[in-house]
């Protein structure tokens, strides 16, 4: 049990339209990650959020987007939805002072139609 | 530049051998250096890390790792493997960037089957 909760677990969406995942984790975890996994893939570096700010982009368009809050939640978004954005989502986070160690939520399955 | 590289997208073992996953690493910097499990339908499970110091590392299930700086390799491995075991690995090194914080690379994963 890592502390760290993705809404919701599976989604559908069509082409073209747009979707937002959620994640929320523990107090004091003041880095959120996000990954793409896709299927028999390694988890894909999105971005990185820290103090509510962009902290690291990995090699993805501008339509993946990010927010973090003050009470350790956070989003992504993404627009325009194709069909290879089918995936499972991971957040992870990391706790303030921490030891370099991320903590994964369970991940949401997006399947784009 | 960063990179993971998992020799073995599939392992089978018998149940009670010795599990062998390789893992060998490409980092411009001294990396911190990972194996997560990952079982179907959930997220990922950290087994063990390598900072610093000792570069034999124990982790949880009885799994360990030894960080071999020569080799750039970090393999995991178990003495006996049980049915539980059965999962997909994930080999990953993090690198600190001063201006972007700690950036994880994972492997493609090795999936691990383990027959009775």
């Known amino acids: 049990e890592t502390g760290v909760t993705q809404s919701p677990t599976h989604l559908i969406k069509t082409r073209g339209q747009q979707v937002t995942l959620r994640c929320s984790s523990q107090?004091?975890?003041?880095?959120v990650s996000w990954y793409q996994q896709a299927l028999g893939q390694g988890p894909q570096f999105i971005f990185q959020y820290y103090r509510e700010e962009e902290n690291g982009r990995g090699n993805f368009p501008p339509r993946f987007s990010g927010l973090q809050f003050p009470n350790y939640s956070s989003e992504l978004n993404v627009n325009a939805l194709e069909l290879d954005d089918s995936a499972l989502y991971l957040c992870?986070?990391?706790?303030?002072?921490?030891?370099?160690?991320?903590?994964f939520g369970p991940g949401t399955r997006l399947t784009v139609l | 530049a960063q990179s993971v590289t998992q020799l073995g997208s599939h392992v089978s073992v018998s149940e009670g051998a010795l599990v062998l996953l390789r893992c060998n690493y490409s980092s411009s910097v001294p990396p911190y250096l990972f194996w997560y499990v990952q079982y179907p339908n959930q997220g990922l499970q950290l087994l063990l890390k390598y900072t610093t110091g000792a570069t034999l590392v124990k982790g949880i299930n009885g799994f360990e790792a030894e960080f071999k700086k020569s080799e750039t390799s970090f393999h995991l491995t178990k003495p006996s493997a049980h049915m539980s075991d059965a999962a997909e690995y994930f080999c990953?090194?993090?690198?600190?960037?001063?201006?972007?914080?700690?950036?994880?690379?994972f492997g493609t994963g090795t999936s691990l089957t383990v027959i009775p």
């Open positions: 992870a986070t990391e706790l303030a002072g921490g030891r370099n160690e991320q903590f």
């Open positions: 107090s004091g975890h003041n880095t």
């Open positions: 990953a090194v993090s690198v600190h960037q001063p201006n972007t914080g700690n950036q994880f690379y």
